[in-house]
């Protein structure tokens, strides 16, 4: 059973980490693009959104709940991967994909115009800022939960699956 626990948490990093490096790439290709361009890039943004990035943080938060509760996952670094993932989940949650739509609604609206409103490009910003925000924290949670640091040699030696 906890194999296919972990299993889980791989297919939800897989699609969390998937649909942000999407996000990404379609950014930097699309670097300034016009306001027909740009609707298009964040409709596509808001359903990877929908169907990878937040079905993937669910899973993760959901099998990470399952190794403290059902299997008793009491690690620091357990503790760490938690705190990281609650931080992106605030940041997915309530900043990035609430967002979305805005964003997606403001370029739409610049279309007749032929170029990106100044609300656009200030929302945009926002967006950037709270995305890049999330780089540390996604590092960090990747680390512990493939790593699972031990912090002493006791710790270790207790545990050789650590070492």
Same mark, same amino acid.
């Given at each position: 059973?906890?194999?296919?626990?972990?299993?889980?948490?791989?297919?939800?990093?897989?699609?969390?980490?998937?649909?942000?490096?999407?996000?990404?790439?379609?950014?930097a %290709?699309?670097?300034? &693009?016009?306001?027909?361009?740009?609707?298009?890039?964040?409709?596509?943004?808001?359903?990877s959104?929908?169907?990878?990035?937040?079905?993937?943080?669910?899973?993760? %938060?959901?099998?990470?709940?399952?190794?403290?509760f059902a299997?008793?996952?009491?690690?620091?670094?357990?503790?760490?991967?938690?705190?990281?993932?609650?931080?992106?989940?605030?940041?997915?949650?309530?900043?990035?994909?609430?967002?979305?739509?805005?964003?997606l609604?403001?370029?739409?609206a610049? %279309? &007749?115009?032929?170029?990106?409103?100044?609300?656009?490009h200030?929302?945009?910003?926002?967006? %950037?800022?709270?995305?890049?925000?999330?780089?540390?924290?996604l590092?960090?949670?990747?680390?512990?939960?493939?790593?699972?640091?031990?912090?002493?040699?006791?710790?270790?030696?207790?545990?050789?699956?650590?070492?």
């Open positions: 059973m906890k194999k296919l626990v972990h299993f889980v948490a791989e297919i939800g990093t897989i699609m969390y980490v998937g649909g942000i490096l999407s996000h990404i790439v379609i950014g %290709i699309n670097a300034h &693009p016009s306001p027909e361009v740009a609707s298009t890039i964040l409709f596509y943004k808001l359903q959104a929908y169907i990878l990035i937040l079905p993937g943080l669910a899973l993760k %938060i959901l099998t990470d709940l399952i190794l403290v299997f008793g996952e009491r690690a620091w670094w357990m503790r760490v991967k938690l705190a990281m993932t609650a931080f992106l989940a605030v940041n997915a949650f309530v900043f990035l994909v609430p967002m979305m739509p805005d964003l609604a403001l370029a739409q610049s %279309i &007749p115009d032929g170029k990106l409103s100044e609300e656009f200030v929302l945009e910003s926002k967006e %950037i800022l709270v995305g890049v925000s999330n780089v540390i924290p590092i960090v949670e990747l680390i512990m939960g493939s790593f699972k640091p031990a912090l002493s040699r006791r710790e270790r030696a207790a545990n050789p699956q650590l070492a």
